[in-house]
């Protein structure tokens, strides 16, 4: 399979704490991109991060890519209770189409 | 600017129906993609659009079809739908596909008793 791996698959932390989210993906990227779902409903695009890029922030949110290791981290930071989602990585290659991972449950308690 | 829109939200068919879905995208997009979303699997690429041809697909069988107008929506079809095709069916646009940002609609949640 193609798809990228997540890590952890779940993650609790308090209000205010930050939470680090990983990403491995297996085929080579032109971007790699986080996304953010809330219980069954559409993905929202967080960041886009190209492949001559290491990191990129935005708001609450800074995204690392590290593509000797085929590797990112989305880091968020003073986590509030709205912040819990699922979120996922992308990987944008050259294969035509978003290659998405199993993603990562977070969970803010207030 | 308008989001992506998907309609209808919630389906509920039978084995052996048909199903359409449809997906207006925002305007000036002319990259449609489909995606289906089950517990098991994860989020699956189904097929592109780019301009009222598809560009890409993905690995299903060919029950799953699509089509994009010259406004840029899109259809896609699941012909004689079984148990394991229910699902959340997302679709997303962009300007250009995959190496741009994609902004996905809320999703058909369709069920298939």
């Known amino acids: 399979s193609q798809q990228g791996e997540e890590d952890p698959q779940a993650l609790s932390i308090q209000e205010g704490e930050n939470a680090t989210m990983n990403c491995s993906y297996k085929t080579s990227i032109n971007n790699l991109q986080w996304y953010r779902q809330n219980s069954g409903r559409g993905l929202v695009h967080l960041i886009l991060i190209r492949s001559n890029e290491r990191e990129k922030h935005s708001g609450r949110l800074r995204v690392t890519l590290d593509t000797s290791k085929k590797s990112s981290s989305l880091l968020i930071t003073a986590s509030r209770a709205a912040d819990t989602a699922s979120y996922f990585c992308a990987n944008g290659g050259s294969q035509g189409n978003l290659i998405f991972g199993k993603g990562t449950k977070l969970s803010v308690k207030p | 600017k308008a989001g992506v829109t998907q309609t209808p939200r919630y389906l509920i068919k039978t084995r052996g129906q048909q199903v359409t879905l449809s997906c207006s995208p925002i305007?000036?997009?002319?990259?449609v993609s489909w995606y289906q979303q089950t517990p098991g699997q994860g989020l699956q690429f189904l097929f592109e659009y780019f301009s009222e041809t598809q560009r890409n697909k993905g690995n299903f069988p060919g029950r799953f079809s699509g089509r994009q107008f010259s406004n840029s929506r899109s259809e896609m079809n699941v012909s004689t739908l079984e148990l394991g095709d229910s699902a959340l069916y997302l679709c997303a646009s962009s300007r250009d596909g995959h190496t741009d940002t994609q902004y996905f609609g809320p999703g058909t949640r369709l069920t298939v008793l």
């Open positions: 305007s000036g997009h002319r990259s």
